[in-house]
């Protein structure tokens, strides 16, 4: 069991210009101490999704369990009890402006009437924590977006929650500030204990951060599964894409041929395991089969905490020895898939 439990949730909403359905039949499983992605492009769900878990929004249909406890049954009260140990931080940071950031993180523990001069002392261990003790006393609007974006993990801290929710928290910052607040997160996954759940439609963060993946698409889970096995063997359209995006997207993405030049052999992009990577197995193939292998792009990634090396290939128009080849790099440890030129575009 874990814990959070989503069965089978739908959600409808009715505006004025007719039913859209946000959610279709949407069954997900975190266990404690996961740091789980949710990903998808805008419009799938993810937002949604991520707000069914502490009842923010009300599923239309479903079951959503939180520490074994349906949401749907309890009374507000009960509700916001429960809200204490969920945490959630937002894309905007949400800060109260007209407050410094001691103040802002002290807020959530005055709600709870926690006395001033215990909440202060809470609140500075956390600033230590994400490294902002000495801007305790700076408003919001001096600071930079990756600091705010650290307040904001730090006052969703504050009630010492057992779930942080994070809904496109990354997706104002740069890379260089986006990979800071990925590793302040996984320190306080390890630190604590704490179940996250990351919300975003950037390939790069799943894989750098998250350990297991869901995919929506239009509200439908397409995909779901460790994220190193669906980075290897990606099966629906949605996750290729994904991955697609997350190559070709970053400055050190692998270099590829227009389209008009790649067309003529089959391609193939091949993801190395640990052990193979210290084989020279391209090397290998062109001797053991006499055929040129042509090399579009190769790249190494760091998928939850591994190096993935990447490679994009190209056999000969109607090489005899396709299958062989790719049954050589399969017995080596090495995923195999082929890819369509139209892909590369």
């Known amino acids: 069991m874990g814990v959070i439990e989503i069965s089978h949730v739908s959600k409808c909403f009715s505006p004025k210009e007719g039913e859209v359905h946000a959610l279709k039949d949407v069954s997900v499983s975190i266990e404690a101490g996961d740091i789980y992605g949710i990903i998808g492009m805008s419009g799938a769900g993810k937002s949604t999704l991520v707000r069914c878990m502490n009842y923010l929004e009300r599923p239309t249909e479903g079951s959503v369990k939180v520490f074994n406890q349906e949401l749907g049954a309890l009374s507000e009260k009960e509700l916001r009890k429960m809200r204490q140990d969920i945490g959630m931080i937002f894309q905007h940071f949400?800060?109260?402006?007209?407050?410094?950031?001691?103040?802002n993180v002290c807020y959530p523990l005055y709600i709870q009437g926690v006395k001033r001069r215990e909440a202060r002392v809470k609140a500075m261990e956390l600033l230590e924590l994400v490294g902002l003790a000495d801007r305790a006393k700076t408003y919001p609007a001096k600071l930079s977006g990756g600091q705010q974006q650290r307040v904001a993990i730090a006052r969703a801290l504050a009630s010492n929650p057992k779930i942080l929710l994070c809904d496109e928290a990354t997706s104002a910052l740069d890379p260089q500030t986006t990979a800071s607040i990925l590793e302040l997160l996984k320190e306080i996954n390890e630190k604590f204990g704490i179940t996250i759940v990351i919300i975003t439609h950037q390939m790069a963060v799943v894989r750098e951060i998250c350990n297991r993946v869901t995919i929506l698409s239009?509200?439908?889970?397409?995909?779901?599964?460790?994220?190193?096995?669906?980075?290897?063997?990606?099966k629906s359209p949605e996750a290729k894409e994904l991955i697609r995006r997350d190559l070709s997207g970053e400055v050190d993405a692998p270099v590829r041929r227009p389209v008009s030049q790649v067309r003529e052999g089959k391609t193939f992009r091949i993801v190395f395991t640990e052990n193979s990577s210290y084989e020279p197995v391209i090397s290998n193939v062109i001797m053991q089969f006499m055929e040129p292998v042509n090399i579009l792009g190769a790249n190494t990634r760091n998928?939850?905490?591994?190096?993935?090396?990447?490679?994009?290939?190209?056999?000969?128009?109607?090489?005899?020895?396709?299958a062989d080849i790719v049954a050589y790099l399969e017995e080596r440890g090495i995923a195999v898939e082929e890819v369509n030129a139209d892909e590369l575009e």
């Open 94 to 103: 949400n800060l109260l402006m007209q407050k410094n950031v001691l103040e």
């Open 218 to 234: 239009s509200g439908v889970v397409v995909e779901e599964g460790e994220v190193a096995e669906v980075f290897k063997h990606p």
């Open 303 to 322: 998928v939850s905490g591994i190096a993935r090396g990447e490679m994009l290939l190209q056999l000969i128009p109607d090489s005899k020895h396709e």
